[in-house]
Every structure is written in structure tokens, then in C-alpha cells.
Nanobody, 124 residues
Framework: QVQLVESGGGLVQAGGSLRLSCAAS????????MAWFRQAPGKERDFVAA????????YYADSVKGRFTISRDNAKNTVYLQMNSLKPEDTAVYYC?????????????????WGQGTQVTVSS
């Protein structure tokens, strides 16, 4: 079992940057593909970015490609989301998630473990 705890959210002006972190418990962090999702009020939870177990491959939603970067440090059991050039439409609760597949999925239902979420608010 994996427990995930996100941090790093906050209020930022449009064009600014934030870095989210997701710390995982357990010794098997490197066995999981990791992802970030986000959910705005009244909307479904959407895929943002994912990374393979080793970190060699990354995947992004079109809406964040070129602005966000996902990375992981398996020695620290942590996955990161660097968010640059933030826009008001990036405002949402951001969740990290883990699943044991070789190639990370983009669907919410594929993920076995979730964090509690961290709020990101981008003002115009």
C-alpha cells in the first residue's frame, strides 16, 4: 500500500510558477507509475501529467505541455510537478496518484492510490 501527501499549492498571479511535491510512504515507490490530476469546481478530475517508474518517460495533457514538467526522485520517494507560466484556467485542486502499470494511464479509474489534494489558485 502507498500513502501519498501533496504539498506546494497556493495562490499565484498569472504568469507565475509553483512546484508541487507528492511524498509517498513505503519502500516500493519505484514500483509505481505516478501521475498528477486536477479538478476544478464543478468539473471532472482531469489528467495533467504522468511519469514512468524510472522517470525515463513522461506524458502531458495538451493544455499543460511546454509549461509543466513532471519529475521524480525515487531515493526521496517523491514526485514533483513544476508549473510555469500559470494561467487562471489552471486553478484547481491538484492530486497525485499511483498505479503499478508499466506505462502510466491517463484515466482516473486506472489509479489505485490518491493523495488528499492541494489547492492551486491562479489570479488574473
Amino acid at each position: 500500500q502507498v500513502q501519498l501527501v501533496e504539498s506546494g499549492g497556493g495562490l499565484v498571479q498569472a504568469g507565475g510558477s509553483l512546484r508541487l511535491s507528492c511524498a509517498a510512504s513505503g519502500r516500493t515507490f519505484s514500483s509505481y507509475a505516478m501521475a498528477w490530476f486536477r479538478q476544478a469546481p464543478g468539473k471532472e478530475r482531469d489528467f495533467v501529467a504522468a511519469i514512468t517508474r524510472t522517470g525515463r518517460s513522461t506524458y502531458y495533457a495538451d493544455s499543460v505541455k511546454g509549461r509543466f514538467t513532471i519529475s521524480r526522485d525515487n531515493a526521496k520517494n517523491t514526485v514533483y510537478l513544476q508549473m510555469n507560466s500559470l494561467k487562471p484556467e489552471d486553478t484547481a485542486v491538484y492530486y497525485c496518484a499511483a498505479h503499478g502499470a508499466l506505462v502510466p494511464a491517463r484515466q482516473v479509474i486506472a489509479y489505485d492510490y490518491w493523495g488528499q489534494g492541494t489547492q492551486v489558485t491562479v489570479s488574473s
